[in-house]
């Protein structure tokens, strides 16, 4: 069921389009361009370049909202999310680098996402094996 205010704000509207596809809790690509059509994509971009410079707190009012109706929407919101905000809180990005970037998710509606392993996480990314053993526990029953 879609939040309340869906509707009155972009979060609800956005919510009430997305529980239209009825996603469930499974991939569907009418998810994510649900989200560009609603413009939240530019959530994290800076107020000051005109942008909708939200913050945490904004973010996580958007994937309640589309928790309520899909399992799939929030992770995929906050991945970009987690993505766009690095980049601009980072002093660590070029400033040509993160212009661009910023210009491909206005321009073009991109949508951000990173994969990373960890040592020992087990991850078959680059040969990645797990560095735990799993052993059988001798107990007092045998």
Known sequence: ??????GRTIP???????????????????????????GLHRMCLPLETGRLGGGMVERVDVRAAL????GSAPPEF????????ALVESDAWPADLRAWVEGLVMAEGALLNSAATEDGSGSPARGGLPSTVRSRLKTASG
């Open 12 to 38: 609800g509207r956005l919510a009430a389009a997305i529980e239209a596809i009825d996603p469930g809790d499974t991939y569907n690509p009418a998810v994510p361009e649900a989200l560009v059509a609603s």
């Open 1 to 6: 069921m879609a939040p309340p205010d869906a």
């Open 78 to 85: 906050a991945m970009h999310t987690h993505v766009v905000g």
């Open 67 to 70: 928790g309520a109706v899909s």
